[in-house]
């Protein structure tokens, strides 16, 4: 994940020769560590270019309309490779939506299971994100580093968004598996 953090410095290293004032991101992050518990949820895995989750997580969720499975939870996304190491084609991540454990899995989807949980680094960005603009990603990894914590497992993306409410109003929390590495 270091691999991320060569663009922000070399950005910041031209802005000073340049005598020009490095970009300034909009959001403060508020990392907590804490405990998740597993959840059992509706897959859908997917390979290929991260940009293609949104449409993939609009088709997963008009294949539970008009049926009778209720969602007890937000859509999740589950990133298992990192895109500064890995082709855009060849990145691996699923969809995940909540649903009360036993479910089984319509046809639209590959399977329903349950994920584990553990212990994460998470924080939380409101209103609509700016992804031109966004280092949420460097900062967690730099938290994680810098407290000493090891990544022990892929990043995950939970979206409290709804097209109908104000985006002012849209929560996301991003979260990294960890552990502390043994003494």
Partial sequence: M???LLPAVLLLTVAAVADVAPLEYAYEYDFTVT???SIYALVNYHS????????????????LEGGDIELIGAPFGVYLDDPSTAPADELHWLIGLPVVPGTPAPAAFDES????????VTTTLYGELDFENLDVYDELYRYIAENGYEVAGPLVEIY????????????????????????
């Fill in 113 to 120: 299971r349950e994920l584990e949980g553990g212990t994460i």
């Fill in 48 to 63: 290929g270019p991260h940009e293609e989750f949104g449409p993939r997580l609009e088709e997963a969720l008009a294949a």
């Fill in 160 to 183: 409290d968004w709804h097209p109908a409410r104000d985006p002012e109003g849209w929560a996301t929390d991003f979260f990294v598996f960890i552990e502390t590495p043994e003494d």
């Fill in 2 to 4: 270091h691999k991320l």
């Fill in 35 to 37: 405990e998740v518990g």
